[in-house]
């Protein structure tokens, strides 16, 4: 008779299930037992998202909705193929994604991804690489927030993002050797002729296979981009809630006090782990921490945790973009890694270039922010944030129309 393989009563899934099970009964109960702190948290975190990102974010949402269903994307991706495929192994209607993505911020790169892979306009392993460096802070965050509201400079942070966006590009570049080897999606056909004919080519044939009215299309943009705004101030009470009940325990004060005296044994201020602490968990608690760490000037190293944690987005954004994949096969772990890599570099970044950025930049941009030179000036106007897109969208066709008349003459020169 065979006798049965023995095997453990308790594999990994059944860990993982009792670890997540306690955590939540623990919470249940820490909120029971303490109900006006909570309350009080998740106030706070409510607050925050009807007065701040719900009036800055829906309307993001439902224009980029809206431009989805008119056919800008397909517009976008015959324009900008010949630069987004070469550079970030993306096709070309990623760049309606990073660009939208860069300027309304997080958690729209993910959003839109999601909605790229839905409609099969990307791959699975496109849509990881595209998540992983479009997913970032916006302008409004790095130099209205963080400049104006926590350094009570535009130039600190107008500087900050310069040093964001930097290294975001350099996590999109290495993200293009993720997975070498997939498939990559068709190019959209629209015959031939010149490029910009091609891309309204595609743009009027993506409206016409949507086929939805305007009317229809304005109602669908409002429904899911109000889930979506719905799902996002969700996330922010309820982590809003976990960090006030973190807070009460004390673990917070433990974990920066066992972080701040590795960072003493490595000599750096020990002062900055509280901060750098609840930035892994909230990137504008851990901001606002850092900056209040020394009122009078930001040092190097600072600045350099600041863009680090800002790099990292914390664990309520990581959170809020595993649900918007969750509706894909684009998996959740590329996306982390990828904000590893961007936290890191943004860390060097700030500690090799801050010194040079002091030197020439700084040097016509250190004004008091809302001064009148402030105003005079048109980059440090960051609430003109149209104009900075359109300038960028310039930009980019230009490079696009060069690199696709340069991919012409190659294949005149060949036949």
Known sequence: MRQKKWSPPFNRSHTTTLLLGGCAFFLAVAVIRFPEEAFAAALKGLAIWWEVLLPAQLPFFILSELLMGLGLVHFLGVLFEPLMRPLFRVPGCGSYVLAVGLTSGNPMGAKLTSRLREQGLITRAEGERLVAFSSTAGPLFMIGTVGVGFFHNAAVGLALAFIHYCSNFIVGILMRFHEPHAP?????????????????????????????????????????????????????????????????????????????????????PPGLAEGFVHGLLEITLGAKALADTTPLSPTVYQLA?????????????????????????????????????????????????????????????SIPAFSQLTQANPWLQWRDWPTTFSVSLALFCLLSGLAWLARQRRKSRSQ
């Not at 490029?195 to 009027?204: N, T, V």
């Not at 009317?215 to 799902?231: E, K």
């Not at 809630?241 to 325990?249: C, E, H, K, S, Y």
């Open 305 to 365: 945790f600041l863009n680090a944690i800002v790099a990292w987005a914390g664990l309520s954004i990581h959170a809020q973009v595993a649900s918007l994949l969750s509706q894909t096969d684009i998996r959740y772990f590329p996306y982390c890694v990828a904000r590893l890599l961007h936290s890191v570099i943004s860390f060097v970044l700030t500690l090799l270039l801050w010194e040079l950025l002091q030197q020439h930049m700084l040097s016509w941009l």
């Open 184 to 268: 990559s999606s068709p190019r959209i056909e629209t015959g031939k002729g010149f490029i910009l004919a091609r891309a309204l080519r595609a743009m009027h044939r993506a409206r016409l296979r949507d086929g939805r009215a305007l009317g229809q299309l304005l109602a669908d943009a409002v429904i899911s981009s109000t889930n979506t705004c719905l799902m996002i101030g969700g996330f922010l009470v309820f982590f809003s809630v976990i960090l006030g009940l973190l807070a009460l325990f004390q673990v917070t004060e433990q974990l920066a006090a066992c972080l701040g005296e590795l960072l003493r044994i490595i000599g750096l």
